[in-house]
C-alpha cells in the first residue's frame, strides 16, 4: 500500500511539473542574471551549485552569497548551476529527477558558458557540493575545475533520511517512513533526489545493486571501478571539504569527509576504507600532495550565513501547496520536506576567509 501511494505522489509530482505554469516571484526575475560589472579575468570564474530546496538565484540565498564573493573579489565571474527552466523548476529538481540526468544537464550548462571555457573554482553547498563533485568525475566536455569547496556535502552518503525540525509532525514521520522504507525501490531511486545518496551499511548488497547514483560516483562497486574518476579528482589544485560540527541534518555529519559506517555500525574514518586505501578516487594522492583539505566550523547544517531560514514559510512551498489540495499524500510530503530548518549561525567573516584563502590568488 504505501508503494502504491508514494507511486502516486509522485505522479501528482511529475504532471506538476509538465503542466502547470511557473510559480511568481514578484519583481525578481527568473533564472541567471547577467552581471552588473565587467568580468576581471585576472580572478579565475566561479560555479556554485545550491542545496536542497534551494535555488540558483534565490535573492535571500545564492544570490546575496554572489553579492557577497564579488565584494570580496570585484569583477569574478560567478555562474550559478540551474536545472530548468526556472526557479521552481530548479528547486524542484532538488528534490524530484534523476541524478545522473541532472549531472549531465549541469554540464552541457556548464560547458556553453564562454566566461568559463578556460576553467573555474567551483563551491557547493550541501548535497550540491557532492553534485560538483560528480561534475569533475564525470564531465567530459566540462572546462578544467581547479578548486572544489563543499560545505556539509554528503560525500560518503547518508544513513537516514534529512531529520525533521518537528519530531511531533506526523507528516514527516511520514514521509521518513515511507522513504525509509522504499528507498531502494526503482522508480524511487529514479525520482527522489535523496533517495539516490542514501546508504543502507546494514545492507551493503542491496546499496551496491540498486543505489542510482552514489555506488557508481563513489567507485564502491568492487567489479567497475571507474578509473577515470580517480585520474579526473587527481586534477584538482585543491578540494576543501568542510564539516559542519553540530550538523543534525545530514547522517553521519562527517560524511562531509566522506567517513561512513561499517557493517557494525561503528563509524569509519575515510583512511580506513577501501575508498582511501586502493585510492578509487584519488583521495589518497590528493591528500599526499597536501591538495585534500579537512576543515571543520561550528554550527549546523551549511551555516553559512547570520540568518535563520525556515522553508515551511518560504512562498514557493506556500504556493506550490495551493496548487496540490487535492492530493492529502503529497501535500503530506510536501509539508514534511519544507519543514526542515536550517539554524545559520556562524559570521559571514569565516566564509570570506575560504574565499580570500583559496580564491582570490589572480591567475
Known amino acids: 500500500m504505501l508503494d502504491l501511494l508514494l507511486f502516486v505522489a509522485l505522479l501528482v509530482q511529475s504532471a506538476l511539473t509538465q503542466h502547470l505554469p511557473p510559480i511568481g516571484w514578484g519583481s525578481h526575475s527568473e533564472g541567471q542574471q547577467p552581471l552588473q560589472q565587467q568580468p576581471d579575468p585576472s580572478y579565475r570564474p566561479i560555479v556554485l551549485w545550491h542545496g536542497m530546496g534551494d535555488s540558483c538565484c534565490d535573492p535571500d540565498s545564492l544570490e546575496r552569497l554572489t553579492e557577497m564573493i564579488q565584494r570580496w573579489l570585484p569583477g569574478v565571474f560567478i555562474y550559478s548551476v540551474q536545472l530548468g527552466d526556472s526557479l521552481e523548476q530548479d ?71 534529512p531529520n525533521c525540525a518537528d519530531r511531533s509532525d506526523t ?47 563513489n567507485n564502491d562497486r568492487d567489479d567497475s571501478i571507474n578509473t577515470e574518476y580517480a585520474k579526473r579528482l587527481r586534477s584538482l589544485d585543491k578540494f576543501i571539504m568542510v564539516r559542519f560540527e553540530n550538523d543534525t541534518m545530514i547522517a553521519p555529519k562527517d560524511t562531509a569527509w566522506f567517513s561512513f559506517y561499517n557493517a557494525q555500525g561503528e563509524l569509519q574514518d575515510l583512511k580506513e576504507q577501501l575508498l582511501y586505501k586502493e585510492d578509487r578516487l584519488g583521495l589518497k594522492s590528493l591528500d599526499k600532495s597536501n591538495s585534500l583539505v579537512f576543515s571543520s566550523l561550528p554550527g549546523n547544517h551549511v551555516s553559512i550565513f547570520d540568518w535563520d531560514i525556515d522553508l515551511r514559510h518560504h512562498m514557493y512551498f506556500k504556493q506550490l501547496k495551493k496548487r496540490v489540495y487535492r492530493s492529502t499524500l503529497f501535500c503530506n510530503l510536501i509539508n ?14 569565516q566564509f570570506e576567509g575560504y574565499i580570500r584563502d583559496y580564491f582570490s590568488q589572480k591567475v
Open 336 to 349: 514534511a520536506i519544507s519543514k526542515f530548518q536550517f539554524q545559520l549561525k556562524f559570521s559571514d567573516d
Open 171 to 217: 507528516s514527516c514521520s511520514i514521509m521518513r517512513s515511507i522513504v525509509r522504507t522504499g528507498v531502494y525501490w526503482p522508480w524511487v531511486q529514479k525520482k527522489v533526489v535523496q533517495a539516490q545518496y542514501f546508504k543502507r551499511y546494514t545492507d551493503m548488497e542491496q546499496y551496491l545493486s540498486k543505489s542510482a547514483f552514489l555506488a557508481d560516483i
Open 91 to 161: 528547486r524542484q529538481a532538488s528534490f524530484f529527477g534523476l541524478v545522473s540526468s541532472q549531472i549531465q544537464e549541469a554540464c552541457d550548462n556548464i560547458s556553453g558558458v564562454p566566461e568559463l571555457a578556460n576553467g573555474f573554482n567551483a563551491i557547493g553547498f550541501s548535497q550540491g557540493g557532492l553534485f560538483l563533485r560528480a561534475v569533475v568525475q564525470q564531465c567530459l566536455s566540462s572546462p578544467p575545475i581547479h578548486t572544489l569547496l563543499t560545505f556539509g556535502s554528503p560525500h560518503g552518503g547518508v544513513s537516514d533520511i
